[in-house]
């Protein structure tokens, strides 16, 4: 058993925050946005909403083939804030450099820009201390130059570990303490001078002109004229004190150990909390950007190439060694792959949902997919579960989308599905990029919602004799194809979740008639339908997806109450109501939404009914 623990999966997950990043803003409207942060801007007209940055040859904008590679925002008085949201959205950004501008304040959070290669503050009035792990997820940086700034504080430590570091200008700050092991074979040029480090300069610093370090009247040792063993007050802490001080150095060495302690507790904890971190699966943030990291999988079994074609021959094995590492392919409509494709595949955390974590991962025959680990799936034993997820495969219809794959371990499934770039609709609904709603007009909502009419009177045939044919439905389970058409997910899993993590997993058990009675029925299908609908025509984040209501609009009471008034126009999301033609169906359409979520499930349409007043618009 120890062995069979002891073989990982390894995905290399290439971490990134969020969602997919489908939706982003265009270089033009991102630079406009960074602009607005800034106050005198005046030197940045040439900026502008009808121009493209690398044609136009905007101020400040470097660009290489096409693609923006460098802002370079030199001398132009510019302050204000720096909008690194809009920075994120240059995904070929390598070169900063805001030398000679008047920007204030703690350093911003440029270390969210993992893929940076110089960082050019010089010449500013940036003041307070850096955060010492500052540096930490700028693996890539070559040049930092920080001088004739206020900064203030030790310097980061986390510059040493910068292997590419070529250029490290300090000079001019009120830089503390002492200097870092810098010890990088690339660092030809530094300059550390006028600030108010002291110690000793570590050796293979010796090899820089003094001026570097002049203007640190605490700094002592080569290649200062000043030797660090002619003043005691600089001997270095390796030296042993000498006698008649001993009474102060101990106490030093007593703060020292202190010290000490208190930093190991905090990595102790720091450890610690990121290891749960990693249990829980929680999103990763985007500071960890570009750093690789191995996420374990635990697989059982050796790591076989999967036997392809349907699972008759191995069904039979199964309970062997082998054959429960392998993946099950349900679905060979994208081709054939195994445990093995996915373990090479390179990865990206695509976040949390109430049923476990879900991963990207891109394989080498181009396939993009997503692995979905979920753990509390034993209501079914392994032919039970074999059987619903064969089952499931085996649907065909433009709306749903079909599982690929699944893994089964007690403990744990895995299951795979083709990878969808737009994302989902609640990413697309209330994802704060701006551009994408303006796509989101009357005739692509109404499209949208018939989709997934359509989808669920497909499983709702398909699946007729379950409790909930879908059970899950709610906008980050239906993702968006290239033109708009809805896709279900993550349906029909009623009879796989263990019951008591069901009612937390899944949104048909937020309805009303579980919440007073324990019962859930296909008409609570209809309720979810009907928080849809709401959604897509408010445009609002409906409070009834969040487990303690707290944030979000109460859709079903708003519209319940605006229907009772005959205000309903007024709760159209203003995107769409501006349409004077479409108003009266869309407040038709608002109608059947309100409908769908009357708590008493008799007053609910039909799901049948439900489609066909849908249809009718
Ligand atoms: C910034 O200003 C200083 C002092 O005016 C000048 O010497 C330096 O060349 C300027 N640097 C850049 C990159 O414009
Ligand atoms: C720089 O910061 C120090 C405090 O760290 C402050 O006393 C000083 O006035 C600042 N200098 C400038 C020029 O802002």
């Excluded at 590679?69 to 030199?74: E, K, P, Y």
Aim: hydrophobic content about 40%.
């Amino acid at each position: 058993m120890a062995a069979v623990r002891n073989v990982f999966l390894f995905l290399t997950i290439f971490l990134v925050g969020g969602p997919p990043l489908s939706c982003s803003l265009s270089d033009n409207e991102a630079l406009l946005k960074l602009r607005q942060s800034f106050t005198h801007a005046e030197s940045l007209n040439s900026w502008n909403q009808d121009s493209q940055p690398c044609a136009a040859r905007w101020t400040g904008i470097i660009c290489h083939r096409g693609v923006i590679t460098g802002l370079h925002l030199t001398g132009l008085r510019l302050s204000g804030q720096i909008d690194i949201e809009a920075l994120l959205e240059l995904r070929s950004l390598r070169t900063v450099s805001l030398v000679n501008n008047s920007f204030a304040g703690p350093i911003p959070e440029f270390n969210r820009i993992g893929v940076l290669k110089s960082l050019l503050l010089t010449g500013n009035d940036f003041s307070g201390a850096i955060p010492t792990d500052f540096f930490a997820s700028l693996a890539s940086l070559k040049k930092v130059w920080l001088s004739s700034n206020n900064f203030s504080g030790d310097i980061p430590h986390s510059l040493a570990k910068l292997s590419y570091l070529i250029e490290l200008h300090l000079e001019n700050n009120q830089f503390s303490g002492k200097i870092p092991h810098l010890h990088q074979a690339a660092l030809t040029s530094l300059d550390l001078s006028n600030n108010k480090l002291e110690g000793e300069i570590p050796e293979n610093l010796a090899k820089f002109d003094a001026n570097a370090f002049a203007g640190n009247e605490g700094l002592c040792g080569k290649p200062l004229p000043k030797s660090c063993d002619s003043n005691n007050a600089q001997i270095s802490e390796e030296n042993a004190s000498p006698p008649g001080e001993s009474q102060g150095s101990v106490s030093k060495l007593v703060v020292a150990s202190l010290i000490a302690v208190a930093v190991f507790l905090v990595v102790v904890m720091f450890l610690s909390a990121s290891k749960r971190r990693e249990e829980k699966f929680s999103k990763l943030g985007r500071e960890q950007m570009n750093e690789m990291v191995e996420v374990h999988v635990p697989s059982s079994g050796h790591r076989e190439q999967l036997s392809r074609k349907g699972g008759d021959s191995r069904r039979g094995s199964q309970q062997g060694k082998g054959g429960m590492s392998d993946l099950v392919v349900v679905n060979e409509e994208k081709g054939t792959f195994g445990m093995a494709d996915l373990m090479k595949a390179a990865a990206e955390v695509l976040g949390n949902g109430g049923l476990g974590s879900a991963y990207k991962a891109v394989m080498a025959n181009g396939l993009s997919v997503v692995v979905k680990r979920i753990r509390e799936m034993n209501k079914l034993g392994k032919d039970g579960f074999d059987a619903e997820m064969r089952r499931m495969g085996r649907l065909q219809h433009h709306n749903i989308l079909t599982p690929l794959a699944y893994h089964y371990r007690r403990e744990e499934k895995l299951l795979v599905s083709e990878y969808i770039p737009k994302g989902s609709l609640l990413y697309v609904l209330h994802g704060d990029r701006g551009a994408c709603h303006a796509e989101l007009n009357w005739a692509t909502r109404l499209k949208i919602v018939k989709g997934i009419a359509r989808g669920l009177g497909f499983l709702h045939s398909e699946f007729a004799t379950y409790d909930l044919p879908h059970g899950n439905l709610k906008s980050s389970n239906i993702l968006l194809s290239d033109t708009y058409e809805p896709l279900l997910s993550d349906y029909a899993f009623h009879p796989l979740i263990n019951p008591n993590n069901a009612t937390e997993a899944m949104f048909a058990y937020k309805s009303p008639e579980y919440a007073q009675r324990q019962e859930v029925s296909p008409k609570s299908d209809v309720y979810c339908l009907g928080i849809i609908i709401l959604e897509i025509l408010t445009g609002k984040f409906p409070s009834q997806y969040l487990s303690n209501g707290k944030g979000g609009t109460d859709v079903v009471q708003w519209v319940s109450s605006a229907v009772a008034e005959k205000r309903e126009a007024e709760l159209i999301d203003p995107e769409i109501a501006n349409d004077a033609n479409a108003v009266s169906r869309m407040v038709e359409l608002l109608r059947i939404g309100a409908d769908c979520t009357q708590s008493n499930p008799q007053q609910r349409p039909e799901m049948k009914e439900a489609i066909r007043r849908i249809e009718e618009i």
